[in-house]
C-alpha cells in the first residue's frame, strides 16, 4: 500500500509559478513510476508528465518546455516544478504511483488545486 499527499496548489497570476509535491508512505517509494495528472471542470483526467524509478520522464505536449517532474527518493517525494501558467493550466492536480508486476499496483493522491487567474 502507498499513501500519497500533494501539497502546494493554490492560486497563481497567468505567468506565474508553482511547485507541487506529492509525500509518500508505507511502500518502497523509489520502486515506483510516479505521474501528475490533471483534470478540469468539464474534461477528463489526463497525464501531465511522469518519471520512472529510473529517472527517465515524460511530459504532454502543453507540459513541455513550462513543467518539471522531479523525485528524492531519500524524501520519498515527487515534485511538479510549474513555471509561465497559463488560465488554462487551472485544474485540480493527482499525484499517482504505479508498478507493473504480478499484481499491479496504482495508487492516487486526493488532489490540490491549481487556479492560474488574475
Known amino acids: 500500500q502507498v499513501q500519497l499527499v500533494e501539497s502546494g496548489g493554490g492560486l497563481v497570476q497567468p505567468g506565474g509559478s508553482l511547485r507541487l509535491s506529492c509525500a509518500a508512505s508505507?511502500?518502497?517509494?523509489?520502486?515506483?513510476?510516479m505521474g501528475w495528472y490533471r483534470q478540469a471542470p468539464g474534461k477528463q483526467r489526463e497525464l501531465v508528465a511522469a518519471?520512472?524509478?529510473?529517472?527517465?520522464?515524460n511530459y504532454a505536449d502543453f507540459a513541455k518546455g513550462r513543467f518539471t517532474i522531479s523525485r528524492d527518493n531519500a524524501k520519498n517525494t515527487a515534485y511538479l516544478q510549474m513555471n509561465s501558467l497559463k488560465p488554462e493550466d487551472t485544474a485540480v492536480y493527482y499525484c499517482?504511483?504505479?508498478?507493473?508486476?504480478?499484481?499491479?499496483?496504482?495508487?492516487w493522491g486526493q488532489g490540490t488545486q491549481v487556479t492560474v487567474s488574475s
Open positions: 508505507g511502500s518502497i517509494f523509489r520502486l515506483y513510476r
Open positions: 499517482k504511483a504505479n508498478r507493473l508486476g504480478p499484481v499491479p499496483e496504482n495508487y
Open positions: 518519471i520512472t524509478s529510473g529517472g527517465s520522464t
